[in-house]
T-cell receptor, first 118, second 113 residues
Framework: DVKVTQSSRYLVKRTGEKVFLECVQD?????MFWYRQDPGLGLRLIYF???????EKGDIPEGYSVSREKKERFSLILESASTNQTSMYLCASSFLQSSVTNYNSPLHFGNGTRLTVT | AQSVTQLGSHVSVSEGALVLLRCNYSSSVPPYLFWYVQYPNQGLQLLLKYTTGATLVKGINGFEAEFKKSETSFHLTKPSAHMSDAAEYFCAVSDQSTDKLIFGTGTRLQVFP
């Protein structure tokens, strides 16, 4: 079974802190994604990556950055955390085929990190 | 750009009753459509998907969905609800113009004994 592991289940950080959310997958997937999940808004794509050292902005990249130094690891960075970044963050991975949509390769999600910024 | 609308943020059914979760999409080209489920304190997992071919798609745990192009719908159904079906369900559509997966806002299913 594919395993996507997010390093923390719960995090509490202060406004202005630099925050790192880590995600590791064990299935040699090329694609990795970071989403945030908010009630009534569903999942919104923050950043994604097709390959090592490669990144693409999603729909809501402002206030975030990412790092992909190794194929299995994709980190989300909040350079200066703010209260409006309090949310559930979900990491996902999939195989690269013809496109990021990968209709033959579903997204595999981690269990999420619930971040609270006070 | 494509979009997904899930009608009803909360749906409640009795155990053994029919489950119907609604999803409509907007698309100018044939879409790829997905249903994901999120159980409490877990990430999302794929229930089923429609790409091409048969419009009635069967997924895990007895769920199925039918792609109706004329109605731009992809509703999720299960003939008989089980307590273990209580979860949040997300419909998603591939956005071929921007090459991304667009999620709906989710429907929380409650199942009463």
């Amino acid at each position: 079974d594919v395993k996507v592991t997010q390093s923390s289940r719960y995090l509490v950080k202060r406004t202005g802190e630099k925050v790192f959310l880590e995600c590791v997958q064990d299935m040699d997937h090329e694609n990795m994604f970071w989403y945030r999940q908010d009630p009534g808004l569903g999942l919104r794509l923050i950043y994604f990556s097709y390959d090592v050292k490669m990144k693409e902005k999603g729909d809501i990249p402002e206030g975030y950055s990412v790092s992909r130094e190794k194929k299995e690891r994709f980190s989300l960075i909040l350079e200066s955390a703010s209260t409006n970044q309090t949310s559930m963050y979900l990491c996902a991975s999939s195989f690269l085929q013809s496109s990021v949509t990968n209709y033959n390769s579903p997204l595999h999600f981690g269990n999420g990190t619930r971040l609270t910024v006070t | 750009a494509q979009s997904v609308t899930q009608l009803g943020s909360h749906v409640s059914v009795s155990e053994g009753a029919l489950v119907l979760l609604r999803c409509n999409y907007s698309s100018s080209v044939p879409p790829y459509l997905f249903w994901y489920v999120q159980y409490p304190n877990q990430g999302l997992q794929l229930l089923l998907k429609y790409t091409t071919g048969a419009t009635l798609v069967k997924g895990i745990n007895g769920f199925e969905a039918e792609f109706k192009k004329s109605e731009t719908s992809f509703h999720l159904t299960k003939p008989s609800a089980h307590m273990s079906d209580a979860a949040e369900y997300f419909c998603a559509v591939s956005d071929q113009s921007t090459d991304k997966l667009i999620f709906g806002t989710g429907t929380r299913l409650q199942v009463f004994p």
